[in-house]
């Protein structure tokens, strides 16, 4: 205890760190006890996205664009257009944990310390006292803004962990009036390497607190002008998404995620409305919040009230008290890309506890009484975290139909073997058993085009990925050759068959050693095509044409992330650490 308090003393950071890591671990004692796996929605589409980075990783061989191993061995375009360094940071840690159950573990576990450790350090940024940004923080791993991936695979819990170290430049700006250029660039481009949707919430929270700002200040044409410098680095350091995704969606019309056709209803006031007490000690903060925002309103800092209005929107954004049903389903891009409003809920909990720990720093009288209510409210938290795994389990993995009845997933498993491969070290186990016909990101054709050809297609684009690449994947064998894929198969006669694949405008095919044109083959209307091969053996290879820029705009953009964090730490750190330790030694305790 006495080594544990001299640490917390000379390195408070660290010793937060390392009760957030503790704390996560104590969260999943119930999965370690029971050697049960979570298996959501979204499990199986992210499994594959993680299981193709491993694969590559491990075999060495590579393409950035082009899925080789996972999603059937398809050749579908996913990670590339949803954060490939991170899809290859998961793989790694596939790699690492060895099983899909030791990986959840380790993901779970992850997240969970990322998560606290930002949260911390935002409250520290904005002064809040040491033992409340401390528990607080800890507080926040069992809201569902982070259990969403923990229960449900949601992958934007991953974002939402970052949601606050990200808002740090933010409010560096409304308290000194001085865009941090180099800061800002780096914090946005994170985001956007880990999740592109989330990047948008960032935005939000950054124009909402920016135009605060903006409107305070004198010098409002260099805050324009300092932003806009922000922005071309933040542009150089994320090269490597918006590029390719510019590229791709230039020659291809794609297929959205899936649009929410009840999105009205999917708020914290009609379906969601659980979100408000996840867990149930939350409203407590609510509560608090409402009663110093109305007692005490006059009297905040410009960098509370900012941080309190920007709760406010994102909250109200997440309920029906914003009257969505004037943009829901009338094609709106940016609505449909949103999916489920309940999300802006997922951050507003970040604001949310950043602003109840200011508010308890600076007019809370009895700080001892509310530091106890703070940590009631987290071991409440943590009873109910345990409570909703157990359910997960009892809803999911212990279920006799286990994954029967998966929405739009075929099985080739019994239960019994579907559970055992979770636990197996043939990573491969578990994703050939159980598919899913998620269609994001396949190409989006009319039938009226040239070389397409619709002959009983289904209506929906998940029956026809289920129809043209799962069933008859069986039929085909296929194996991966550097960056491009070969399958083969047998005919008793020359024929005109359907390759379980996905072909892109740059794709190229290659059957039976004779390149083949566009006019060679049809096309599906989810770029499934059809060949004519020989009798016997026939071979197919599908690679993806690698465009001239693709391995500059990686390395620009690699050499750019390596450069700022030289940068980072051995400058731009070292010339705010003054100021900072003498903020932290201030407010210590």
Not at 36 to 43: L, S
Request: charged share 15%; aromatic share 16%; net charge positive.
């Amino acid at each position: 205890m006495k080594m544990f308090k001299n640490v917390l003393k000379k390195h408070p950071h660290i010793a937060a760190v390392v009760l957030f890591f503790l704390f996560s671990f104590a969260l999943l004692l119930p999965q370690i006890w029971t050697r049960a796996v979570v298996t959501g929605d979204d499990v199986v589409f992210h499994f594959n996205r993680f299981y193709d980075a491993a694969m590559q990783i491990k075999t060495g061989d590579f393409s950035y664009m082009m899925s080789l191993h996972g999603y059937q061995q398809s050749g579908r375009i996913v990670n590339a257009l949803y954060g490939p360094y991170l899809a290859y940071l998961q793989g790694a840690l596939v790699l690492l944990a060895g099983t899909w159950y030791r990986y959840q573990l380790l993901s779970n576990l992850l997240l969970g310390t990322l998560s606290a450790t930002s949260l911390y350090f935002l409250m520290r940024e904005v002064r809040v006292r040491y033992s409340f940004s401390v528990v607080l923080s800890m507080f926040f791993v069992t809201t569902y803004s982070i259990q969403y991936w923990w229960v449900a695979q949601g992958f934007s819990s991953w974002g939402v962990a970052v949601f606050p170290l990200c808002l740090i430049p933010a409010v560096r700006f409304l308290r000194t009036g001085k865009v941090p250029i180099f800061l800002m660039a780096g914090a946005v481009g994170l985001m956007l390497q880990i999740h592109m949707l989330s990047a948008f919430f960032l935005i939000l929270a950054y124009a909402l607190l920016f135009f605060i700002g903006w409107i305070k200040s004198q010098e409002k044409w260099k805050i324009v002008k300092d932003v806009a410098l922000s922005v071309g680095l933040f542009l150089i350091l994320t090269v490597n998404i918006w590029f390719p995704l510019l590229y791709v969606n230039a020659g291809n019309e794609l297929v959205a995620p899936f649009i929410n056709k009840k999105f009205i209803q999917s708020t914290v006031t009609w379906s969601k409305v659980n979100f408000l007490y996840f867990p149930y000690s939350l409203p407590i903060f609510f509560v608090l919040s409402a009663y110093f925002m109305m007692k005490k309103w006059k009297k905040q800092s410009v960098v509370l009230g900012g941080l309190s209005l920007t709760f406010l929107i994102f909250f109200i954004f997440s309920t029906n008290a914003f009257p969505w049903q004037f943009f829901a389903g009338k094609g709106i891009g940016l609505v449909d890309l949103i999916q489920f409003p309940f999300r802006f809920f997922l951050y507003a909990n970040a604001l949310l506890l950043t602003v109840v720990g200011m508010q308890l720093t600076k007019f809370a009288v009895r700080k001892k009484l509310f530091l106890g209510l703070t940590t009631l409210s987290t071991l409440i938290g943590v009873s109910f975290a345990w409570q909703q795994y157990n359910q997960a389990i009892q809803n999911q993995y212990n279920k006799p139909d286990f994954l029967q009845d998966m929405l739009h997933t075929t099985l080739y498993g019994t239960t019994e073997e579907l559970r055992a491969s979770l636990h197996s070290q043939d990573l491969g186990e578990f994703i050939r058993l159980a598919q899913k016909s998620t269609p994001d990101y396949v190409p989006k054709l009319s039938d009226k085009a040239d070389n397409v050809r619709v002959i009983n297609e289904a209506k929906s684009r998940y029956d026809r990925y289920r129809d043209q690449i799962i069933l008859p994947n069986q039929q085909f064998s296929k194996r991966v050759n550097g960056d491009s894929l070969e399958i083969s198969w047998s005919a008793n006669q020359s024929e005109e068959i359907q390759i379980p694949i996905v072909v892109y405008r740059d794709s190229e095919l290659v059957l039976n050693g004779q390149k083949l044109g566009k006019s060679d083959y049809y096309l599906s209307t989810i770029g499934v095509p059809t060949v004519t091969g020989k009798v016997g053996q026939n071979q197919l290879i599908l690679s993806y044409k690698q465009q001239w820029w693709l391995l500059p705009v990686i390395v620009i953009s690699l050499i750019s992330w390596l450069a700022w964090l030289t940068y980072y730490v051995t400058t731009y750190r070292s010339a705010t650490l003054l100021s900072l330790e003498a903020l932290y030694e201030k407010n210590q305790f």
